[in-house]
């Protein structure tokens, strides 16, 4: 199984880290070509907007736009969610409110209940987003203070927080279970 990671900006080293850790062989994602042959997809956190450019400037929104409508199962974490957006790249029927909850010195850590996860997942909001619309095919699996934090659209499943550096493996497993399990993906 090989995993892609988005490599533009942001945390996707710690996202390779665990993929590697659960048995995936991962790729860094930083041009189109990198997407040959990738089963699965984590869009990270990061810094929204440098990641859209990064995107544009290495024609990387059609392939990926290509991979994810055809199945491939996608994690997005934090800027990775807002990437997803109907402002962005149009994947998920949703819209993000940036740095809701305040600036850096406002971080927090928190435990959420998501669907199909058996215990409370475990994730750092930093200069996180929330989703402040969402069309009816969203499904919201967990919210903080009543804002959607958690959410899944067929193939994606996209939280407003950080996983990765709480040691929370759950949702990674989740995106390669996704892959072994035929639900999207690209190679032979």
Not at 137 to 163: C, K, W
């Amino acid at each position: 199984m090989t995993a892609g990671v988005l490599a533009i900006q942001g945390d996707f080293e710690a996202h390779a880290k665990v993929l590697e850790g659960l048995g995936a062989r991962v790729r860094e994602v930083r041009a189109p070509e990198d997407l040959e042959g990738i089963d699965a997809l984590v869009i990270p956190g990061g810094e929204s907007t440098t990641i859209t450019l990064g995107i544009a400037r290495d024609g990387l929104a059609a392939p990926l736009r290509d991979l994810v409508e055809a199945g491939m199962p996608v994690l997005g974490t934090c800027a990775g969610l807002i990437v997803l957006d109907r402002d962005h790249l149009g994947l998920l029927d949703l819209t993000c409110r940036r740095n809701a909850f305040g600036r850096q010195v406002r971080s927090f850590e928190a435990d959420l209940d998501l669907p199909g996860f058996e215990g409370p997942v475990r994730g750092a909001f930093i200069r996180a987003p929330w989703v402040s619309g969402h069309g009816n095919g969203v499904e919201v699996l967990a919210e903080v203070d009543g804002h959607p934090v958690a959410v899944r659209q067929g193939n994606i499943l996209a939280v407003a927080f950080h996983p990765e550096i709480e040691g929370e493996t759950r949702l990674h497993e989740w995106l390669l279970g996704q892959a072994a399990a035929g639900n999207g993906g690209n190679s032979q």
